[in-house]
């Protein structure tokens, strides 16, 4: 169980299978954001079908509502959401920082008012353990402070020490033996910092290590090096999971480092808004011209939306404001990610990643590769 | 082409075969609404999973938006939505009275400011046909008035009389042989002023003639006796379609009166609030009982909600306004439509028509049939 087999390397990427209790996974995988019990209009029928194989749900949202006990009545998230696969929860505390109001972070947990009616909620690393039990996923991750950014060395120092001893306290409480916890690692944009929380978080030899605390407002360039540099001294052997990430260009770069695991609500929520993923980069449904294009989103996507569809009727979609268009673009969107994390792994297979990757790259960004991006690719082949 | 082959009544109801360009459809039937082009929330592929047969759409709001030009380019309703099967379109008449503001009723046609920039359209007879033609439906509707009720007896006649006129001028520009052009008879609730409209509007002979002018805030006791006593003189051979009707309880109503098509938006509306469906009455996911109920929405339905998904869930995809919960609970009511008239052509089948819509009837009302539907089960043995 949560054992994690390398069957392919280049560079630092690598492809390998991650066996959980509810099955096996392949990585780099993209997994799609069901916050509040959904990946957003989207059915578990058509996450099996664009193929989606890992589903986060979010604790804080599904602890104040319906409450984890519902969750639990239902055998966990696979019974309440009736997705068949493999969930992941992340802790509530990425959420208790930016949802609560007026949250009081101090040793034992955190106070904040929740969202949704502003009433007082109290959350501890072994009341997130107890929620995540609960809801019954197969990857649990441990409870953790993400500081915003900018911080201080200082408030980062801090933070990192308390979220070491927080992991320590949720290991405690953890009881069950069919999830896995996975440990994060923070440390900002400072790479001693990193260095510190990997020093002092490694030793606990948990199933798999999160990198925490990125992409939250930091640029490209702050944010590579301290992927580049985490996933370094995180062991092999252990999935690597790159917390809130992202976009298609984050993806490639971040899998080049040697990052396995990404989930972000970008491909759904872009998607509600009208915008399409491609190759060529995002198209805007919304757009004037779309309304009487009669290419679909991509010409290379075997997704039911763009084997059905034309942006026109896309367009008119969105412009009618019809559930069904926000619908069809999410579905395309986790389609696409999904389809780009499987070429990443057959580049893998046949070692060529970075080539893929740059080549990719330059349809991509329209030409030129960004220095963040070059620099992540330079880092992919510099063992 | 547009044969009507009957294969067993009981009593006054009937099952039969309605051949069609696109596929021949099993009457009664009932078909959603797919307004804007897009039955709300749903996809073509759920919409044969349903067992949807024919597709309506409605000629006001597409020649608005988008436009019936683009839809013609996509090779009509079927290419533009990718429903492959047979469509209905309505003659834009009925969203006129309703939607349009401003409007002025001439004999040459219909001018209104339309509800989505208040600009000045023009809709006659003649456009109408235009209009559906480029829609390209299977079956097309006579451009008529549907006047208001209450009503008076002069406005309904000048108004039938008036639309009778306005059959004609259709029939007489309509260039499509794949098409059938359906007649609407209209009357009100004026029995001698029913008859007059089936006297004229009969000897053109069109393939399936509409009952119209009912379910626009009469009551039952109104609507049943018109619905019977228009029925009753509509040839046996056509189709015969009561148009923007129904509710569960109407559609076995108006099978007993020899009713072979309906459409409504009320299955996919009362989804999107959170309303579910079922032989027992409708139920309200809204409710706080609901959030914590294990069952699924109904026990013997076969549709995916049903099949997984409690009420607790569907009751917290409401609640967290979540666009799954709309959806699925749409999904289920066109299921429960469709699966309802599965039983009526059963029940049809087996002669045994009145019987079981007794029964159904004395489950759904809870005990003792309404004056309203019981004549009307009288009214379908009297033959």
Redesign the interface.
Known sequence: MFEFDIQATSGRARKATFHTPRGSVTTPMFMPVGT???V??????ELLDVGSQMILGNTYHLML??GEE?VR??GGLPG???YPGPFLTDSGGFQVMSLGHMRTIKEEGVTFRNHLDGSLVYLTPERSIQVQEALGADVIMAFDECPPHPASQEYVKNSLERTIRWLDRCLQVKTREDQALFAIVQGGVYEHLRLQSLEATLPFNTPGFAIGGLAVGESKEEMYPMVDFTARHLPDNKPRYLMGVGHPEDLVAAIGLGVDMFDCVYPTRTGRFGYALTDQGRINLNKASM??D?RPVDETCDC?CCK???R??LA??M??E???G???LSLHNLRYLHRLVDKARVAIETDTYVEWASEWGKVYFGGTLPAWFEQALRASSDE
């Open positions: 509040q019990g959904t957003k209009g989207i059915s578990p029928q509502r319906p519902l009545q239902h309440f959401t009736a309304r009487t009669m039911y059905n569809y034309t026109a009727y008119h979609l412009r009618a019809e559930m069904l926000p619908r069809m």
